[in-house]
C-alpha cells in the first residue's frame, strides 16, 4: 500500500497530488508467455483480500475494506493498444469472484462474468487468468460481478488504462476514481447491503465521497499547466454532474472512446455508475487562487467534491488549443442505420410516489427479490439468468430503442461492445455518442445502434448494482 494513504505525517493534500499522478504500479510481474497468439507485454498479478485504509480522512480511523493488492482503489493496469494484458487473479477473500473488464472489446471468455463466461474463482485461494488484447485505447475499469452491490461498495475496483500508440500533449496524465461510500461515524462501511428500500429507490446512495480512496480536500494546480484527466465512477449508485467553476474543460473521450472535444452540456459533466469521461483541464488561473469542483446532480444538495488550488510556478509551455486536441478514433464499426434491425427494451419496476408500479409486480419474470425487469422479465443473479432477451445476428446492424418507463435514473451497460447513442426521445443527436453505457433519465428513451460483431452471450445490465440485483440484468445474445 502507498505510504501517502496510511501514513499520517502526509497531509491529506499530500495523498491527492501524489495519487493523482498516475504512479508506476509495483506490482508488475515479468512479461509472461501468453497462452496464444500475441505475447504479453504487461502482466500483472492482482490479489483479493481485507485491507484496512484511511478513505474517511485525516482525523479518521481506517476503514476496513475488500481491495486488489491491499489497497482501494486497485493498482492502474496500463497496456498499449493492440496488446495483450494478462493478469493472474488470486482471490483471498471468504467468498467467491471474478473480475469483468469494464468497457473492453475482448472475447466472451474473458469477460469475468460467473456462471455465464467462467466459473466463479473460488474463495480463499481461488485463482483464474484472464489475458486477452486490447483493441482500444482509453480509460477502462475492472470491478467483480458476482455480488458486485456488496464487493465493488467494499473497494473492488480499479482502472485499466489502455495508452494510445501517440500520447497526447499535456503536462500530467491523472486519474480521479469517484467514489461514494456509507460510513458509519467510526469510518466502518455500514453493513445494511440487500435494502429493499435502496433497490427500489435509486441504489445504495451513500455520505462519503472519495477520491482515489480517500475524502480529498484539495488538488493542486500549476498556472499554465495542462491535464488530461480521467474520471471514472466506481460508485454503486451515485450519478456526479461535476463542475469546474472557473474552468472550461473540454471532454474529449466519453468511456474510453474519443468524441469531438467539446464543453459539456450545461457545464455539468454527467457521470452515471460505470461511466468515464477524459477531459483537458487548463489550469488557466494565477497563483494563489481557488476554485471548487462541485457536484450538483442534485440541485438541492449540491457539495464541493475538492478545491483547485493554484500554487506557485508556471508551466511555461505553449499548448496547441484544447478545442482542436482529438485523440486518434479506435476501431469501432460504424452501424449502418438505414439497415439496422429494430429491437425495443422497456424497463419497468422500482417506486413510484405511492408504491410499486403494477401493484409490485412488475411482470412475469418476478420472484423473490425482483424489483425492475427488461421486456418484463427479471434477473437477480448471473447464475439464473433467463433466456436472452436479444438475440442479435453477428456482424449486421442493430438498433435498439431503451425505454425507461420508471421514476428512476439508470445507466444501461452492454458487454463486449461500445455502441452509438444516435437519439434521445425521438430527436436525433447532433453528436451521436460512442459509449458503453447510456443513462437515461426518468421516462424518457435512447436509440442506441451497434454493429454485434463480437459473439457470445454478453450481459446487459443497470449498473446502479441494487438494480442489477434486484432484476434489471439480462443477456444478450450475438450469433
Ligand atoms: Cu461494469 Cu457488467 O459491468
Ligand atoms: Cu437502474
Redesign the pocket.
Known sequence: MPADVTTPDFSRRRALWTLGGLAAVPWVASAAPAPTGVPAAAAYTLRTGIARQSVAGAGHPDTSVWAYNAVVPGPVLRVRQGERLSVQVVNDLPEETTV?W?GLRIPNAMDG?PHLTQPPIAAKGGRFEYSFVCPDAGTF?Y?P?LR?QVQVAMGLHGALIVEERESLPVDRDVLWVLDDWRLARDAAIVDDFGSMFDAAHSGRIGNTVTINGVVPDRFQLTPGERIRLRLLNVANARIFALNFEGHAPYVIARDGMPCEPHLPEGGRILLGP?MRADVILEAMHHAGSSFRVIDDFSRRNRYEVVALIYGDGASGKAWPIASRLRLPQNPVPVPDLARAERHVVTMSGGMMGGGMMGGGMVGRGMSGGSIWAFNGESSTDEQHLHAPLLTLALGQSHAIELRNDTAWWHPI?L?GHSFRIVARNGRPLARPELVDTSLLPPRETALIALVADNPGDW?F?C?VLEH?ATGMMATIRVA
Open positions: 469483468h469494464h462474468v475499469w470491478h460481478h458486485g460505470g451497460h458487454h450481459m445490465h449498473h442489477q
